[in-house]
């Protein structure tokens, strides 16, 4: 296996001694092959949608080089970053936002367009299926918005039609594929849905599993974005690009919903080393490939096993299963547990699923044998 290893004499070298003594362990290897992150006291998380074989190993490369250069705001990075997503996504550099994960962008789309008060474009109630990515709606709350939660439809899409009738202004967010259930809404219905919206309610489509999508059903609705100004998308590197830790997302949208959303951040809310990453990470497409295929290896295998054992799970587009274990599922999470297999929380809609993280061949096994244990 080719590898690059930082030693610790490079880290004196890039940070000082007293930050390299901080700092001091196991020399960093960056494999050219996909490896798992290192299990820590034993326990198996398939608890966050994480992809356990972690960043590429041209993003990890490019932050070596950024230590040195940990004392310069992040400025020129940024642009640097701004212009690759530009050109991947066909869109203008004025129409993508940087963010802190795609979690800062949820948190800016609720501060500027929901709750009380005016803006330029206007604010309002949030609308949003249940279940889903719960971020936003605290975020929401603590603006003072008004929620409107809908159940999602008997096929776990987004319930359109009433998520239409319920919108007055403010935002309708669509996490596509849905978190928690890794279902989706399908395309044509989601195109229309868009064209239909009244301008003065913003959209907020929430792609954080795209890459793991490959259903015919399935597609980015960022094309759409320069026919509809009340359309943001949010992109994230957490899931495929294996990031999760250092946080970095993206909105795009038109300019002036991107100026709406600038105004509640702060500057420089993306690190030096996120950026570098998140580039590097843009230019090796065997991130992606490669994380499809062990995503997709590794769910079919555990989906097989679980069907054996007479458990079915809703159709899966992203790195997750929600599994239906035909009871209450609490109990089960702590029994879980104590295995030191960590599974996902209760989600109130669906008393009745677990969802659990596609892991590793290994985790997925050691998950099996858990679950297998708890249900004798």
């Not at 092959?33 to 590429?56: C, D, H, K, M």
């Not at 550099?93 to 005016?118: H, R």
């Not at 960022?222 to 509809?228: E, M, N, R, S, T």
């Not at 555990?302 to 790195?319: F, H, K, M, T």
Request: aromatic residues 6%; hydrophobic residues 45%; charged residues 20%.
């Amino acid at each position: 296996m080719n590898t690059v290893t930082i030693s610790r004499r490079r880290f004196a070298h890039l940070l000082g001694a007293g930050a390299a003594t901080a700092l001091a362990g196991p020399a960093f290897t960056f494999a050219r092959t996909p490896q798992a992150a290192p299990v820590r006291n034993g326990i198996i998380r398939l608890s966050s949608n994480e992809n356990p074989y972690g960043p590429s190993p041209k993003a990890l490369s490019a932050m070596k080089e950024a230590f040195a250069l940990s004392c310069r705001y992040p400025d020129e990075h940024a642009d640097a970053l701004l212009a690759t997503l530009a050109k991947e996504n066909g869109v203008e550099a004025e129409q993508i936002l940087l963010g802190n994960g795609s979690g800062e962008i949820l948190k800016l789309c609720a501060a500027a367009f929901t709750g009380p008060g005016n803006s330029k474009i206007g604010r309002g109630p949030l609308v949003v299926a249940d279940p889903t990515f719960e971020a936003i709606v605290k975020h929401a709350s603590v603006n003072g918005a008004e929620i409107v939660k809908l159940p999602l439809t008997d096929t776990f899409a987004h319930d359109l039609a009433k998520m239409a009738a319920a919108a007055t202004g403010g935002l309708v967010y669509i996490c596509n594929p849905n978190n928690p259930t890794a279902s989706i809404t399908p395309k044509e219905e989601l195109r229309q849905f868009i064209s239909d919206l009244p301008r003065e309610t913003m959209i907020l489509v929430d792609e954080a599993y795209f890459h793991y999508a490959d259903s015919p059903e399935y597609e980015s609705v960022i094309p759409l974005i320069d026919d509809h100004p009340n359309l943001i998308v949010a992109r994230t590197f957490s899931k495929i690009y294996g990031m999760a830790g250092l946080r970095c997302g993206f909105a795009i949208a038109q300019p002036e919903a991107i100026e709406g959303m600038q105004a509640e951040q702060p500057w420089d809310s993306v690190n030096i080393m996120a950026l570098v990453a998140a580039r590097a990470s843009l230019e090796d497409a065997k991130q992606v490939t490669d994380g499809r295929r062990l995503n997709r290896d590794a769910k079919t295998f555990v989906l097989r096993e679980l069907e054996r054992l007479g458990y079915e799970s809703i159709p899966s587009q992203a790195n997750f299963i929600m599994v239906d274990m035909k009871r209450l599922v609490a109990p089960l999470l702590q029994d879980m547990k104590q295995r030191k297999v960590q599974v996902g929380r209760l989600f109130p809609a669906l008393p009745n699923h677990m969802r659990v993280t596609i892991g590793t061949q290994r985790e997925m096994e050691a998950f099996l044998s858990a679950f297998r244990e708890v249900l004798a």
